[in-house]
């Protein structure tokens, strides 16, 4: 646990990161919201932060979070909270998709408690103590290396065969013969 809050009683840290877990959603929420509405208003942002979040909202991450929330539905919303990374996109792709704001904002509390409640107790130990263990050993280093090969290894698989598309069919062959008139 960082210094800082290792001499709060445990409520008021289990309340601060609860703060900020919701704030985070929130703000990922209405980025994706605000910025997915001034696009449809508007045309695309030329440059400066308007164009990075722009393209950063039309990216592969936050599509993924869009396909999750409409293959699960909002449910999706608080699982994201016990993952690193996707929670980010779940959140902008739930404002992307314009999922009205108290329906989101129930979704996101047992998820923003859960995380609360994870990192105020073992959360911040377990990094720590994997961190250590990887800094002092050989092994440990190995292991995370051995971890970070396997989920690069992953994504570019999974991208290479998004990106495969088949071959097209050719029309004669794949249509039936015509029947002969008897």
Do not use: C, K
Not at 41 to 59: K, T
Not at 95 to 100: C, D, S, T, Y
């Amino acid at each position: 646990m960082p210094d800082f809050l290792a001499s709060w009683p445990f409520w008021l840290v289990f309340a601060f990161l609860y703060l900020g877990a919701t704030i985070r959603g929130q703000g990922t929420y209405w980025a994706g919201r605000i910025l997915t509405e001034q696009a449809l208003r508007r045309s695309h942002p030329r440059g400066g932060w308007r164009r990075r979040a722009y393209d950063w909202l039309q990216g592969e991450g936050t599509a993924r979070g869009i396909e999750a929330i409409r293959r699960w539905g909002l449910v999706v919303v608080p699982v994201s909270y016990l993952t690193v990374g996707f929670q980010t996109m779940v959140n902008a792709g739930a404002g992307v998709l314009r999922i009205h704001w108290g329906r989101y904002a129930l979704a996101q509390v047992p998820g923003a408690l859960a995380w609360a409640a994870i990192y105020s107790t073992i959360g911040f130990a377990v990094w720590d103590a994997a961190l250590a263990a990887a800094a002092g050993s050989p092994w440990g280093i190995a292991g995370i290396a051995a971890v970070a090969v396997v989920i690069t290894a992953t994504v570019l698989v999974r991208r290479r065969r998004s990106r495969v598309t088949p071959a097209p069919r050719d029309p004669e062959r794949s249509s039936p013969p015509n029947p002969s008139p008897r």
